[in-house]
């Protein structure tokens, strides 16, 4: 019952290096989301899919772009990593996001840009 | 826009002691209401909800009500053991992705 599954789970990037966080869910849920998690501040949402083919920006879109890539994963890509990108991330889904349907995490993506 | 305030933490209890986790929000509409936790290197489980005034949402020994009049979601526990150490965040949602509170650390000592 593996749930939510992130991949990896810490990476180190150089100022300017791009990559891609994977994330997988295996609970047939219609929504997906992204968030990073930063000391003092909680969690705040980074981009997330209502449903398979649609996305939308959350609260800290700016530096980031997604792809639900089908009802499974989501993914998330740094084009160009800055310093003030280093945070753990987090993966989560949802029945739906509408019916207010708690949220499924994976364990996190702690990445330090350097 | 919506916003959940936490209290600040660390919390530091001794076992079997009471716990008050202090949760205020600030929305329109009637959002549901949440308490999650987060286990050192582990993303976030659920805890406990409620989704409508007055309701009251309850899970291993943690309650907490859904207090419209005072916008509050206060998370409370009768007698906190060690392995309840962990983090705790208060969250709304209205139709949309969650909004998170800052987090309160609750450490619990033998």
């Known amino acids: 019952n593996a749930g939510v599954t992130q991949t990896p789970k810490f990476q180190v990037l150089k100022t300017g290096q791009s990559m891609t966080l994977q994330c997988a869910q295996d609970?047939?849920?219609?929504?997906m989301y992204w968030y990073r998690q930063d000391p003092g501040m909680g969690l705040r949402l980074i981009y997330y899919?209502?449903?398979?083919?649609?996305?939308d920006k959350g609260e800290v879109p700016n530096g980031y772009n997604v792809s639900r890539l089908n009802k499974r994963e989501f993914s998330l890509r740094l084009e160009s990593a800055a310093p003030s990108q280093t945070s753990v991330y987090f993966c989560?889904?949802?029945?739906?996001?509408?019916?207010?349907?708690?949220?499924?995490f994976g364990n996190g993506t702690r990445l330090t840009v350097t | 826009g919506d916003s959940v305030t936490q209290m600040e933490g660390p919390v530091t209890l001794s076992e079997e002691a009471f716990l008050t986790i202090n949760c205020t929000y600030t929305?329109?509409?009637?959002?549901?209401l949440f308490w999650y936790v987060q286990y050192p290197g582990e993303g976030l489980q659920l805890l406990l909800k409620?989704?409508?005034?007055?309701d009251k949402g309850s899970n291993k020994g943690f309650e907490a009500t859904y207090r419209k009049e005072t916008t509050s979601f206060h998370l409370e526990k009768g007698s906190v053991q060690v392995s309840d150490s962990a983090v705790y965040f208060c969250?709304?949602?209205?139709?949309?992705?969650?909004?998170f509170g800052s987090g309160t650390r609750l450490q619990v000592q033998p």
């Open positions: 989560a889904s949802s029945v739906d996001s509408i019916n207010n349907s708690p949220l499924h």
């Open positions: 609970m047939n849920h219609n929504s």
């Open positions: 899919s209502a449903s398979e083919g649609t996305t």
């Open positions: 929305a329109t509409g009637y959002p549901s």
């Open positions: 409620a989704t409508k005034a007055d």
């Open positions: 969250a709304l949602t209205q139709r949309r992705a969650l909004t």
